[in-house]
């Protein structure tokens, strides 16, 4: 019921029904940012080249504090070179069709998407790379963090084209062009460079590095082939031809996500493949980091890093690099911190994190897309692909699918996750605690011979008639309003029948609808057929068998209604016998009402049920409920095959107060849990 609900209302498919448990138990999520934190509908913000940032006038959010870029520029020309002919992405358009720029759909990633549309007023891209075609390609991977095509040229030659991570692209350049000229990249240069990058990456924005390297045309002609597999050309010396910054901004509604997360105990880390300082920016955006990291205190108190108590700080910034290095103890103190992004990060170092915190005994859930996250996602507690952005091997390698590939969702799957255990723990409580009522009169029937509460037949009745739909119905319910503000559940010990479940349906509820029913039997019995209370003992065998006569004598002649009825019975043994029937039949129908109140009790487990919606199933539940009882105790023909006899109205009248009796208990006690009273939340709290 609930992973229908899910997928069909909530955007997150269920492929394993067991998963949503663990998903209700998780108590960290490693998520990635582009398009699962942010909107992956990324803008080309800034440009870097001729040694200066610009602005490129199409992003508002920018402000103004750099200058509008020159299109006309030499610099401005050999970047966007590289960027068309080092990216695939297309426009999607039939032949003779006019390129809208906002409405024309583009066949590629969110990255490369964005810079065609940046580039397209600028030269047509498809006429340019029809100009220029493409000799050879080296595809992006995770490890590399960069892509290379090789493209002909209009005089003949071969140009490399390379885009990446700016710190992987500037290692393999010698030379930076500036205003046409071409100077060697000294450390410098080095560090304007990555001055650059910083300051965009630190407005939240994803930096790419563009290199070119125009081939000597006699070294490689015209009918020279290169391979892509056993590289026949050069990686090295090239020429670094500046910087594109793209923004993506969060995804609407993420931070209350976060927010919520983090009140429900669940801890929320960042691991991408982004600068660090782009995944610090955002992640200071969105929640997930709010707290200064060592390196920010430092700057701010004008000291150094190795000046400060580093276990007096909550956030911390690790990149792919540091992880390559880390000791057990770097693992431990990383780990234990509240506010954690990891940057820059290889598919298997992923894998690796996720592998430490398990080893923590954390509840993993771990959100991808990509063919390389797969390792991840089959090591998690829980994975979580994309539905829309996710390639086939990640929703493959996941349990769950997120179809609008929004954390928003997956923070919805796990409340629904809790709501299913408190469900469950929910509809245990509310079985369990009818059966005291139905075992305590075997129990004494066995100890002491009185006679016999409940026959096996109204106990059928009850368990498969009466209460099957009522108990299924609390899969309906809806979540209580501190679902998510509760820590999440320690799945080595709280599990789903526990003591304090036990204590709840079994000593406290149960042993209370065990009373009520013992007052009702003993009523019929005393008040109503006038057998004395301690004639009943070693009495039990026979007692509801009219062909057993032993103990009649004794019976009849201390029975004080016997005389005034002995007409309107044929025998003592018939009298007797119906005393049976109408004394177990109101245990039956004692047992009844009390369940109407338990139910409506189970609906919440310490909210005060004026606060709840009318469940309909339940009421369904509870009129079939009390029509078979009435069947059962009312109609001829199965009164025989029940052995039941109707019940004096009376008698039901009594026994009905139970439910508000019943009901205001449990609200007190809901109550004083709300109210954090210890000594009832130890007890009564399942």
Known sequence: INAEYMGSKRNVLVKNLEIIETLGSTTCIASDKTGTLTQNKMTVSHLYYDDQIWNTGINVVSGNEYQTLDSNSQGFKQLSDVATLGSKAYFIVEPGEKIDIDKTKVKGDASETALVKFLQPIHDIAEYRI?????????????????????????????????????????????????????????????????????????????????CLPLDQYKYPANFRFDNENINFPLEGLQFCGLISLIDPPRIGVKESVATCQEAGIRVMMVTGDHPETARAIGKSIGIMPSATIQEIAESRGTSVDRIDKNTVDAVVVTGTQLMEFSEADWEYTLTRKEVIFARTMPQQKQEIVRRLQDRNEVVAVTGDGTNDSPALRQASCGVAMGIAGSDIAKEAAQIILLDDNFSSLVVGIEEGRLIFDNLKKCIYYTL?????????????????????????????IDLGSELIAAVSLAWERGESAVMKKPPRNILTDRLVNRR???????????????????????VLINVYGFPFNELFNRGVGFDKPDVADFDDALMEKNTKWGSVSGQYSSFQDYRVTACKEAQSAVLFAIAISQLANIIMAKSRYTSIRHFKPNKIMHIGQ?????????????????????????????????????????????????????????VVAFTDY
């Open 433 to 461: 605690t009818h059966l005291t009522p139905e075992i305590i009169p075997f129990l004494l029937y066995i100890i002491i011979n009185i006679p016999l509460g409940l026959s096996t037949l109204m106990i059928l009745t």
């Open 131 to 211: 100009q220029h075609p493409q000799a050879v390609e080296i595809p992006f991977n995770s490890n590399n963090k960069w892509a290379l095509s090789i493209n002909r040229m209009q005089n003949g030659s071969y140009t490399i084209f390379m885009k990446g991570a700016p710190e992987r692209i500037l290692m393999r350049c010698t030379s930076v062009n500036i205003r046409g000229q071409n100077i060697a990249i000294d450390d410098n240069w080095r560090t304007k460079i990555q001055k650059a990058n910083t300051e965009l990456a630190r407005r939240g924005e994803r930096v790419l590095g563009f290199a």
């Open 623 to 679: 009129v079939i409920a009390m029509c078979v009882m009435v069947l059962v105790i009312y109609c001829p023909g199965i009164q025989d095959f029940f052995f039941t006899h109707a019940v004096h109205g009376y008698i039901i009248a009594l026994i009905i107060p139970t439910i508000p009796i019943m009901i205001a208990i449990d609200e007190a006690r809901k109550y004083f849990i709300r109210r954090q009273n210890q000594c």
């Open 501 to 523: 479940v036990f204590f709840m349906s079994y000593a406290f509820y149960g042993v209370w609808e065990t009373l009520v029913c013992f007052w009702a039997y003993y009523w």
